[in-house]
């Protein structure tokens, strides 16, 4: 099991929208996918097509990490109504709030891990929708990953949050989990036409070299239009959606290279 923390240290970049995305891939691919949704706002859950309403969630998850709590914190995407696979939802909440402070213990820090380890025989790929900030929330996140993809946008800010992203990635790394390893930065958002736009990428291009992911993303109305209906990219109609759509895909190619996940069309080949 792979376990990705999809992470900004800045709101409005789209995050969840990259989250959701690449879910639709992995789920396009038969993957079995794990989405935890750590953002408070819990717009990852609503995309994915569950109600969040009287279940048990990530905060009673962050609360005791026990195995019969996970499990029942964990349903199944409205998604499989498309067609078949297996892609799940760690249930959000806007509770999850309140183990967001600025200094968590090591025991709170290590909480996500735990409980991800007794589902692990269960999924081939775990993304972590996380806060847009570097509090307890991400910390647990990134303790429990394998690698961070840091989501950013062409803006006059980008660099200075995707190199404060990658220092803390690398402070995690040094005094918490050695695993840990940043996957590279998604440029999302991009308007190709923008020379605005195109500066800023050969700016982070310039500071951060191959750390900077192929392809970035174009803004596209397509993929609000899916998570607005919950509906997956792969399946959205149109044009503009299945170019994006391949977008994802080339991301999920990286992901699954850099975790050794068999793709199991392959497998099923062979």
């Not at 025989?121 to 972590?128: K, N, P, R, S, W």
């Not at 109305?221 to 895909?249: I, M, R």
Request: hydrophobic share 45%.
């Amino acid at each position: 099991m792979h376990v990705l923390s999809v992470s900004s240290l800045k709101g409005g970049v789209g995050k969840t929208t990259v989250t959701l995305g690449l879910a639709s891939a992995a789920f396009a691919r038969s993957l079995r996918t794990l989405v935890v949704d750590l953002d408070p706002q819990a717009d990852v859950s609503t995309g994915l097509d569950v109600q969040i309403a009287g279940r048990l969630n990530v905060s009673d998850v962050l609360t005791s990490p026990k195995e019969k709590i996970v499990r029942q914190a964990i349903t199944s995407s409205g998604w499989t109504r498309v067609h078949d696979g297996t892609i799940d939802v760690m249930l959000g909440s806007p509770s999850a709030i309140n183990f967001d402070g600025p200094h968590p213990t090591v025991a709170d820090v290590w909480k996500l891990e735990e409980a991800l380890a007794s589902i692990e025989a269960e999924y081939d790929l775990v993304l972590i929708d996380c806060p847009p900030s570097l509090n307890a929330l991400t910390r647990t996140a990134w303790a429990a990953s394998d690698r961070v993809m840091v989501v950013t946008e062409p803006g006059l800010f980008s660099v200075a949050a995707a190199d404060r992203a990658l220092r803390a990635i690398e402070e995690i790394r040094r005094g918490l989990s050695p695993r840990l390893q940043p996957l590279g930065i998604v440029v999302n958002r991009v308007r190709p036409q923008s020379v605005e736009h195109q500066f800023r990428i050969k700016e982070l291009r310039d500071m951060f070299g191959p750390l900077v992911l192929e392809p970035q993303l174009p803004e596209r109305t397509s993929l609000q239009q899916a998570q607005g209906a919950a509906k997956p990219l792969h399946v959205w109609p149109g044009e503009s959606a299945q170019e994006l759509a391949a977008d994802f895909d080339a991301l999920l190619d990286r992901i699954m290279r850099a975790g050794r996940i068999a793709d199991p069309a392959e497998e099923t080949a062979e």
